[in-house]
């Protein structure tokens, strides 16, 4: 089946479908819908009871699910909201299964006007949601201090201190208030070899840090955690290291959570395992996948089973 759409194209769904092994009956969660592709795979292989909750901060991307999966309205609930308001934009449920596909739809990045994109030129907006502070404001108002730690950090860019500095120049000139502006200001600020790289990784950095995204995953992880039925399953696809980093180290600590020290004979801190991760190594797309959507090459999935209580 192929589960992709206009607006975005879902990565590893086979391999979620098999961690997630749902059933008719069965309630799962797709936390972020973007276009629908991973919550169709769910609904079709629950049927013909199982029922989907979905959700997206982004109000684009719930109008354009609620289009394309109409003849699913009996079994699908949607709600806008970032994937941390979970239990609260879905009271009292427990669900078999959870999915959280972390990172950009394709439609975000190939719309010019949301300014995800470095190859397209447009607004330096960035927030998935439409509310807060922009890239735009933060490109021009952050010190060179803050933007060469945000470069540093969520960019993982090695040239971080000549970005940092070039911005703060440019912008001393000119307001940057374009996608395209900002893609020069880092191009001049790196070698040619490492242009292309360096202006990825800042527009990554920069959409990470106005969006949260990583604070985001740190509230949101125990919280989805919790809605968990007994032996229900959470799996999340990260695109960056920060985030798989934070997704390897929540599961291990629910698996191993004992603090004793490493010398003790026997555990005397009292802490029990509260889950069994089912990925000993993040599952990553296979060859063909990668063939036709090249976006996935750095996908990233994990996923661990609730234990009974």
């Known amino acids: 089946m192929d589960y992709r759409s206009p607006y975005h194209n879902p990565v590893l769904v086979a391999e979620v479908l098999e961690l997630l092994a749902p059933r008719s009956a069965g309630l799962y969660l797709d936390c972020t819908a973007g276009g629908g592709g991973h919550s169709r795979a769910l609904l079709e292989a629950s049927a013909p009871e199982g029922r989907v909750c979905a959700l997206d901060r982004d109000p684009e991307a719930v109008e354009a699910v609620r289009a394309r999966l109409a003849a699913f309205a009996g079994r699908l609930s949607l709600a806008c909201a970032n994937f941390e308001q979970a239990p609260a934009a879905f009271p009292g449920l427990r669900f078999d299964g959870i999915l959280l596909d972390l990172g950009v739809s394709s439609h975000q990045l190939d719309e010019a006007g949301r300014g995800f994109s470095c190859d397209k030129d447009g607004p330096l907006d960035m927030r ?182």
């Open 128 to 309: 998935m949601s439409g509310r807060g502070e922009s890239a735009a404001a933060l490109v021009n108002s952050a010190d060179e201090a803050e933007l060469d730690r945000l470069f540093a950090r969520y960019g993982e860019t090695r040239f971080h201190r000549n970005i940092a500095r070039a911005v703060v120049r440019a912008r001393a000139d000119r307001y940057i208030d374009s996608t395209a502006m900002l893609a020069d200001t880092v191009r001049r600020a790196v070698p040619v070899l490492q242009e292309r790289k360096s202006v990825v990784q800042v527009f990554q950095a920069l959409r990470i840090a106005v969006n949260d995204e990583l604070g985001a995953l740190e509230r949101g992880l125990p919280a989805l955690f919790e809605t968990l039925a007994e032996r229900g399953r959470l799996a999340v696809i990260a695109y960056h290291s920060l985030e798989d980093r934070l997704v390897k180290h929540f599961f291990r600590g629910l698996e191993n959570p004992c603090v004793c020290p490493p010398g003790l004979p026997v555990c005397a801190c009292g802490r029990k395992s509260r889950a069994r991760v089912l990925t000993a190594h993040p599952v990553g797309p296979a060859a063909d996948e990668l063939e036709a959507n090249p976006r996935s090459r750095s996908a990233r999935l994990r996923a661990a089973e609730r234990l009974a209580a």
